[in-house]
């Protein structure tokens, strides 16, 4: 199911990521993808924030991986700075995709070949410099929108 | 009779090693950069970085023990970084290290990649403990209270990007070669830090922690907005580069003077930024004092690892085979 979703600031963002958590199981694999200050980091900290994760989820295209525990696990995974599709395995990307735990990739449609059948496609785009377009593709269901819609 | 300090750095992209006599006289000290592989594609590339790593150590180690005039019998000491970084090639050089150890029978001190940093400054005396230590580069924006004994606190540190991220990223949709962030800091120089202002983040819950994600975002905007002549590119990258200078001096400096700490160090990559440094001298005040590592020993080094480990291991400190490498290692 796909769906088109208006931000208007990094805190609406964080707020539709937050209620989207509550809609999560586990195993959910979920790609972001926009350019650099299309909010993707900020969509990640609401994500936390609403599975509970305790302390800061900070950019992890240094250290390429970010592993917290809230109700859930999540692993922030950047591919900003890599370049091959070798190093997922090194990366132990796929030990990542299992129940209990979420995984979110930015950057993931770089390597789109290494990604599981089940993965969530999400898309920011920049309007201006508060307005975010959020574009939820393949991987979305009905109950994620109602939850997420549900303020 | 003289202790040797044999120290491994390979937290990411360099493979350092050093040989320090007594923590004072450097006997060797050298680096095998990965730049210009990650140049070729455009940026870190983890797998290939481990596997340079393990090619490099042996041969390295054998060049730097060669210029100081020993061998591998003549180490007292193995200093190895243990974390943060990425957790490849901290596994290779630690491992490496620990081997090394375990065959020579000699004592393993673990250094944590930050209070590497933090100490370089300390290098020859130059300053002690206790002091204000801002850590800035690519990965890392932390303002740290170094008390005497190792006695560390985290004050503040960022809450997105990184202060040399924020550079990186930028200078790389400027169209500028890896490594962007340090290339700013040469086409600044022909640009009007004036030419766009940049707002000064301020945290609403008065916290004095670092952000640089909000005027990354902002720079990228004005990029959108005109085409960038080659006038606007060095108009862009001064004033960007003078943003995150802006930042980092203005809140650095509010800690040391809410705390009464007169003696300030900063480390990192971005330590060896000109601006910064001028910018910090600019704006200190009477009876403060500034420390920078030289410029050598900003990035990443293998001296600075001895050194620490130097310091620990004077400390009382000895690893054994339970010494593990951790990405996320936090500083204490």
Known sequence: MRRTITSHSPQETKELAARLAGQLSGGEVIVLSGDLGSGKTCFVQGLAAGLGVRGRVRSPSFIIMASYHGRLHLHHFDFYRLTAAVELTELGLEECYTAGAVAVIEWGEKFRSCLPRQTMWLKMEWRDENKRTLKFGRGFTADHFAGMLNA | ?332
């Open chain 2, 1 to 332: 009779m003289a202790l040797i300090t044999l120290g491994i750095e390979t937290s990411c992209d360099e493979t350092g090693m050093a040989v320090l006599e007594d923590g004072q006289r450097v006997l060797a000290n050298s680096l095998y950069s990965q730049v210009i592989i990650h140049r070729k594609f455009g940026g870190v590339v983890p797998e290939i970085a481990s596997r340079r790593h393990l090619l490099k150590l042996v041969p390295l180690m054998e060049s730097v023990l060669t210029a100081a005039g020993l061998d591998l019998g003549g180490i007292d000491l193995i200093a190895a970084t243990r974390g943060p970084g990425l957790i490849g090639p901290l596994l290779v050089g630690l491992c490496f290290a620990k081997a090394l150890a375990l065959a020579r029978n000699i004592p393993i001190v673990g250094v944590n990649h930050l209070e590497g940093h933090l100490y370089s400054a300390c290098f020859n005396g130059r300053v002690k403990p206790p002091f204000l230590g801002l850590i800035v580069s690519g990965g890392h924006t932390e303002l740290i209270s170094v008390g005497a004994g190792f006695r560390h606190r985290l004050l503040a540190s960022t809450r997105d990007d990184a202060g040399g991220e924020a550079l990186d990223k930028v200078g790389k949709a400027m169209g500028l070669p890896y490594p962007a962030g340090a290339k700013i800091e040469s086409l600044a120089l022909r640009g009007d830090r004036q030419a766009v202002i940049f707002p000064l983040a301020i945290m609403k819950d008065g916290s004095d922690d670092f952000s640089f994600s909000g005027i990354k975002t902002a720079a990228l905007l004005e990029m959108r907005k005109r085409k960038l002549t080659p006038r606007r590119r060095a108009d862009l990258a001064a004033s960007f580069q003078e943003a995150v200078c802006r930042q980092l001096v203005t809140r650095t400096l509010r800690v040391a003077r809410r705390r009464g700490v007169k003696h300030l160090v900063v480390g990192g990559g971005v330590a060896a930024n000109g601006r910064l440094r001028r910018m910090f001298q600019e704006e200190l005040a009477p009876g403060e004092k500034i420390f920078f590592p030289e410029k050598g020993l900003c990035t990443d080094n293998a001296l600075m690892v001895a050194y620490a480990g130097y310091l620990r291991y004077k400390a009382g400190q000895r690893d054994g085979d339970a010494l593990e490498a951790k990405a996320d290692l936090k500083i204490t």
